[in-house]
């Protein structure tokens, strides 16, 4: 898997205001199989708009995505997706909710449940397959739309704020989670989170983007291994630079770029 972002920009048009919202701005940016890149910025920077890009589900941005050299042009299994909000099929029960794009697929439903049961235990959720969403708690309901989306085998998963609605030992809970299973998986994802201790625990890369339209300010490497502590120096050390970028970032005036 390679992704290329190339010259990736997007305005967004009001057309019963008749003004131009600048969302995106010259992004470029490249991604490697089994890299985990944190995307960080500001509230209402663009962060989702960049995600929708990538996914193929905004039609009209300027530049180009490539995933392997081919141009993204619509969503496809190729690219998983995990919002905040789970989504989940509040019909369906977990298992159910799980197997649903092998279902799709046209997957005979002995074949979809062995395979569903294999995500099941992998995700250590044995036990509650019966179970309908609503009889779930927040991390779970998280676990199943991430199972979900990984039982596709996508090339690329992009994650828009997943955590952002648990509260935090849950949320510190899933991050261990997402962190043993890319150990076991080598998924490469793409994470987008406002939580900057989130993305010092979870990635290779922090890409820190400035206020809308969002452009890239800076990027981090980390190389530090996982478990990481989340109390070590080289930890509190990254964690101040980007926030002080982003504090740096919010206090300036300067006009919006067009
Ligand atoms: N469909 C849309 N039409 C008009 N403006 C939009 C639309 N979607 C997002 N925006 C605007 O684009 C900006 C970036 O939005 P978004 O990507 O959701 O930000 P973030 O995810 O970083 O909080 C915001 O100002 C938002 O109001
Ligand atoms: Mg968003």
């Known amino acids: 898997m390679h992704l290329e972002l190339i010259g990736l920009g997007k305005i967004f048009v009001d057309a019963a205001q008749g003004t131009k919202i600048p969302a995106i701005s010259s992004i470029d940016?490249?991604?490697?199989?089994?890299?985990?890149?944190s995307i960080v910025g500001p509230s209402g920077c663009g962060k989702s708009t960049l995600l929708r890009i990538v996914s193929g589900l905004e039609k009209s941005f300027e530049g180009k995505v490539l995933l392997d050299g081919q141009e993204v042009l619509r969503p496809s299994n190729d690219i998983g997706l995990v919002f905040q909000q789970y989504a989940l099929f509040p019909w369906r029960t977990m298992c159910e909710n799980i197997e649903f794009g092998l279902e799709i697929m046209g997957m005979v439903k002995e074949e979809r449940r062995t395979i569903a049961e294999k995500y099941i235990n992998l995700f250590g959720m044995q036990g509650f397959e019966d179970r309908y969403p609503c009889q779930l708690s927040g991390g779970m309901q998280q676990r199943v739309a991430i199972a979900r989306t990984l039982i596709m085998n996508p090339k690329l998963v992009l994650m828009d704020e997943p955590f952002g609605s648990l509260d935090s030992q849950t949320r510190n809970d899933m991050q261990e989670f997402l962190m043993d299973l890319r150990q076991k998986r080598n998924d490469t994802i793409l994470f987008v989170t406002h939580n900057v201790d989130e993305s010092v625990?979870?990635?290779?890369?922090?890409?820190v983007l400035s206020k809308r339209p969002a452009r890239i300010l800076r990027i981090f490497e980390l190389t530090a291994p996982h478990p990481r502590d989340r109390t070590s120096k080289i930890a509190n050390d990254i964690r101040r630079e980007v926030i002080g970028i982003l504090r740096q970032e919010r206090n300036s005036h300067s006009p919006i770029r067009n």
Not at 29 to 37: A, K
Not at 201 to 207: C, G
Request: hydrophobic share 50%; charged share 25%.
């Open 201 to 207: 625990f979870l990635s290779d890369r922090i890409v």
């Open 29 to 37: 940016l490249q991604i490697e199989q089994g890299e985990f890149v």
